[in-house]
């Protein structure tokens, strides 16, 4: 069965501090996705990334950038110089590669971002 | 703009009442999805269809049906409603021409007293 752990339930950082949060997860599929989402106080789900297993490479997209590391089964998410906009609830999540590719879910990191 | 609308956006039923979910989709994609988001949970599959009238369970989708008539539009229904079921609803359509992406609608607050 697939798994997704996001162990840190709640981030609280000043603004401008750089800011990661983990992301674990377990599967038994050669091939896979990997996701981040986003969910600001405004309850909406915003689309963040995605990764294929078979690509390692990191990636950076402004002040976001993503680790991922097979070998760890880990998909680490870093803010760079953190801003309040950037406070939400973000989520990690797992699918297979075919089929349904149904999402499995993280519980969710609450980040809050200080002024 | 994903294209997909929910409705109700709020609804507040008692316990034992059927209630009925609908997502709505603009641009004809082939799979839509059901999830709940519960606190500690993070969200969690209830039903998905891979087209009309095609259907199958996902995680939690004991006192939960789906229907599907049309392209564009995915029912999710509470036979009869639980306080259990009081959750968020959020319907979501996979995008292949974005490598096989899901992006999900607004969500539903259903609260069951």
């Known amino acids: 069965a697939q798994k997704v752990t996001q162990a840190q339930t709640e981030i609280s950082v000043v603004e401008k501090e750089d800011v990661t949060l983990d992301c674990v997860y377990e599967t038994r599929d050669t091939t896979y996705y990997l996701f981040w989402y986003k969910q600001p106080p405004s309850g909406e789900l915003v689309f963040l990334i995605r990764r294929n297993s078979f690509d390692e490479q990191n990636e950076i997209s402004g002040r976001y950038s993503w680790n991922f590391q097979k070998s760890t089964s880990s998909f680490n998410f870093t803010i760079t110089a953190s801003q309040v906009v950037d406070s939400a609830v973000y989520f990690c999540?797992?699918?297979?590669?075919?089929?349904?590719?149904?999402?499995?879910f993280g519980q969710g990191t609450r980040l809050t971002i200080n002024p | 703009d994903a294209g997909i609308t929910q409705s109700p956006r709020h609804k507040v039923t008692e316990t034992g009442t059927p209630v009925t979910l609908r997502c709505h989709q603009t641009?004809?994609?082939?799979?839509m999805y059901w999830y709940r988001q519960d606190p500690g949970h993070g969200l969690r599959l209830i039903h998905y269809s891979y087209g009309v009238k095609d259907t199958d369970k996902g995680e939690v989708s004991d006192g939960y049906s789906v229907s599907r008539s049309k392209t564009e539009d995915f029912l999710l229904t509470l036979e009869s409603a639980t306080s259990s079921q009081t959750s968020v609803y959020f319907c979501?359509?996979?995008?292949?021409?974005?490598?096989?992406?899901?992006?999900f609608g607004p969500g539903t607050r259903l609260l069951v007293l």
């Open positions: 979501a359509i996979r995008k292949t021409s974005t490598q096989e992406t899901q992006y």
């Open positions: 641009e004809n994609h082939r799979y």
């Open positions: 999540a797992l699918s297979e590669a075919q089929g349904a590719q149904k999402l499995v």
